[in-house]
């Protein structure tokens, strides 16, 4: 495996208790960059790297510019697809993909090596939608979906968490193996594998947990994990419905059992992404987190 790259998600620094005075993506770019971080992982959401505020490409140019000229480079894009529910009726029939192309197109000329995805609706179902019907749109639009990426030299990464529908276990391969395109990769969050396959959290009855826990839900993802997001797990609910981002350190991650799991699960990619996801003083644990993942990176990947 080549040398680890390290980066950050932005949505860090605009999401949760950030919302109402959220860092513009110019300052995090620039403490990034102070920090020496390899790149960042760009938010697809308001108010940051939206394909409204960057609509052309000479506005994308000048992203990329910024982001280069600060040392980093672009490891991912985290697309906004809330107003278009792959599984819920009329979005599923064509909306959906034509919103997928316009942030595959933003990927492209801001250079970004994938496209992350989910379910979008909340578990158990979106309402007065059937569980066969919703897990038969899903798939149909991301086989199109990986199809429309795979001609751009984009990957897509499916995140799954406690949050949206289909987090189970089971249903995370069976997707991967439904979906069935070589361009279609799980994105492997290990604070909401922790919470899928110890916690069970949000999942329909029945609960689906893993006596081997968060080792065994990495090694049955062997050969399907397409990017990596780093983060700690207290096993809790971040306001009852994802998982709560817990600093490196404060959860119950074994991160020195963990990210030799992900390498050995077949996991190429250079990028290792930390994930502060609402967490409250994510702006002021970053340099933490660099700092408690470096060695460990260089003891595993190099």
């Known amino acids: 495996m080549a040398k680890a790259k390290l980066a950050i998600g932005s949505w860090a620094y605009c999401f949760g208790p950030y919302e109402s005075h959220p860092h513009p993506l110019p300052e995090v770019v620039q403490k990034l960059s102070d920090l020496k971080f390899d790149g960042i992982e760009l938010c697809g959401f308001p108010p940051h ?7 052309d490409k000479a506005k994308r140019q000048e992203l990329v510019k910024m982001i280069q000229d600060a040392g980093l480079e672009v490891c991912g894009y985290a697309a906004d697809f809330t107003a278009v529910p792959p599984a819920v009726e009329p979005y599923c029939n064509g909306p959906y993909l034509e919103r997928f192309k ?15 995805v989910d379910t979008v609706s909340s578990p158990p179902l979106p309402e007065g939608v059937d569980y066969d019907t919703a897990w038969k749109r899903i798939v149909e639009q991301w086989q199109q979906a990986a199809e429309i990426a795979k001609d ?7 995140e799954f968490e406690p949050g949206f529908m289909f987090n189970k276990p089971s249903e995370i391969v069976k997707m991967y193996e439904d979906v069935g395109h070589e361009n279609f990769k799980i994105l492997l969050d290990t604070c909401h594998a922790q919470m899928v396959a110890v916690v069970g959290a949000r999942q329909a009855p029945p609960k689906e947990t893993l006596d081997g826990g968060i080792l065994e839900l990495i090694g049955m993802l ?8 780093l983060i700690d797990s207290d096993n809790t609910l971040h306001d009852e419905e994802t998982s709560t981002h817990r600093p490196f350190g404060e959860g119950f991650i074994n991160f020195d059992e963990v990210i030799p799991a992900i390498i050995n699960a077949g996991y190429t990619s250079q990028w290792w992404s930390i994930d502060l996801c609402f967490w409250p003083e994510a702006w002021e644990v970053t340099e933490n987190a660099k700092k408690f993942l470096e060695p460990l990176l260089e003891k595993y990947v190099g």
Do not use: F
């Open 222 to 229: 062997n050969g399907k994990i397409g990017h990596v997001h």
């Open 152 to 158: 751009a030299g984009v990957l897509v990464v499916w």
């Open 49 to 55: 790297a939206t394909p409204e505020a960057y609509p």
């Open 102 to 116: 316009q942030c595959v197109e933003m990927c492209v000329d801001v250079g970004s090596p994938s496209i992350r």
